[in-house]
């Protein structure tokens, strides 16, 4: 079953403005961890943010927030001022604590396109 | 302080052959884990090393085998290859086990014909 769910294969925003790309995710742990990465053409991934399943309050680095809400199993990622750069794949991830080491299961991955 | 290099960046090989790729980590982390990436499959999990020892390995066949030396260079080997092994090989390492961040290289871009 399909644990991490990117339901945009593909989004286009307007440089300056903000955008949310969509994650539900699926465990039946109560401790995990969910990030999201960026991978842009040159193919590294690029760690943005990173959230715990205890942190009461949402993620933020920087222009890249994580609205986390639990109840509903997701954790959207939100740009805001998009910029030329921001044109990549971005992925949602999560490490289930209790039942796995260091796996970390990937998302299908969302492409973002700033235009000009 | 030095990313995580993955070597080589791009490999091509023929089918029935096999392959080596290496994967240096971030000086100080101990461990390291190897994802496979397909525009079909995805970001798929192979396995995750830690202090010598694998501790975790994803659902691949056993022609997929790697190791890691006390030095916590990682190397992953690819025997008997088949066209669908062609992907892009990320290497990934982090501290400890169970760390938030993974610090991913560039990938070794593996074409087999």
Request: proline share 4%; with cysteine; hydrophobic share 30%.
């Amino acid at each position: 079953a399909q644990k991490i769910t990117q339901t945009q294969p593909g989004m286009f925003v307007q440089e300056k403005e903000a955008v949310t790309l969509d994650c539900t995710y699926d465990t039946s742990d109560q401790s995990y961890g969910l990030f999201w990465y960026k991978q842009p053409s040159s193919g590294e991934m690029i760690f943005l943010i990173y959230q715990g399943s205890y942190d009461e309050q949402n993620a933020t680095e920087g222009r890249y927030s994580l609205n986390f809400q639990k109840a509903r199993k997701s954790a959207n990622l939100v740009i805001s001022a998009s910029q030329l750069g921001d044109s990549a794949m971005y992925f949602c991830a999560m490490r289930e604590a209790e039942t796995s080491y260091d796996k970390v299961i990937f998302g299908p991955g969302t492409s973002l396109s700033v235009i000009p | 302080k030095a990313g995580v290099t993955q070597t080589p960046r791009y490999l091509i090989k023929t089918r029935g052959q096999q392959v080596t790729l290496s994967c240096s980590p971030i000086s100080g982390h101990r461990s390291v884990s190897w994802y496979q990436q397909t525009p079909g499959q995805g970001l798929q999990f192979l396995f995750e090393y830690f202090s010598e020892t694998q501790r975790n390995k994803g659902n691949f066949p056993g022609r997929f085998s790697g190791r890691q030396f006390s030095n916590s260079r990682s190397e992953m080997n690819v025997s008997t290859l088949e066209l669908g092994d062609s992907a892009l090989y990320l290497c990934a390492s982090s501290p400890v086990v169970g760390n938030e961040k993974l610090f991913f290289g560039s990938g070794t871009q593996l074409s087999v014909l």
